[in-house]
């Protein structure tokens, strides 16, 4: 094996090499403040208990009993119909929470639309509240376009880059879109449904994890 041979460098005259590591640092910083700084209007999130697992890779996975749940962690973010407005999980204290991850690009997602609609107003009478998150939709206007043309009445974060998706734990498969997640009352995840719903689908097992007490 031939050894690795070191090059010689070449030095430059002092006065060449400011400019380029004076350009490298406000490069650097621009950087830094691109990727670390977040203002008001941004979806946040933090991690939760909630620890992902598919048996045999299974997409509509049920976790009982209740005591074994893991919650999911804070999340919030603004309203995608009222940018003034933060929607948060936090809102829907002892309520049991349908979780609806959608994009207007997603055709099961439209399929779905309508199914979710009548699950959500057929349930909300037991304390029950579904909460969209929009996520890779750069246009939001096509979006809201989404919810008005559905008549989607529950509301959703708008959340593009996916950062609310951090409370679902690092192991959520969050190239799945559509997902929905149903959370008891303790926002302890007690369904998962990788998949496009039909309200019959969906509306049972709301209704079983609604009268757990």
Not at 18 to 42: E, H, K, Q, R
Not at 105 to 125: F, V
Not at 128 to 140: E, M, S, T
Request: proline fraction near 8%; glycine fraction near 8%.
């Amino acid at each position: 094996m031939t050894a690795p041979t070191s090059v010689p460098r070449r030095s430059h005259p002092p006065a060449r090499r400011a400019p380029v590591i004076a350009l490298l640092v406000v490069l650097l910083a621009a950087m830094v403040a691109g990727t670390g700084c977040a203002s008001g209007t941004d979806a946040v999130a933090s991690g939760g208990s909630f620890d992902f697992v598919a048996p045999g890779g299974q997409i509509d996975i049920l976790y009982d009993p209740p005591q074994a749940r893991g919650a999911v962690g804070a999340l919030s973010g603004p309203d995608l119909m009222d940018a003034s407005k933060i929607v948060s999980l936090s809102d829907y204290t002892g309520q049991v929470v349908v979780i609806n991850l959608w994009g207007q690009w997603c055709a099961p997602c439209r399929s779905e639309a309508d199914d979710l609609e009548r699950a959500y107003e057929a349930t909300k009478h037991l304390g029950v509240q579904f909460l969209g998150i929009n996520v890779r939709d750069r246009q939001k206007d096509k979006a809201q376009d989404f919810v008005r043309d559905h008549r989607v009445s529950y509301p959703s974060i708008y959340d593009p880059p996916m950062r609310t998706l951090i409370a679902l734990g690092g192991n959520f498969p969050t190239s799945v879109i559509p997902s929905t997640l149903v959370l008891d009352r303790q926002h302890r995840v007690a369904a998962v449904f990788m998949r496009a719903l039909l309200t019959e689908d969906l509306q049972p097992v709301i209704e079983r994890v609604a009268a757990e007490r």
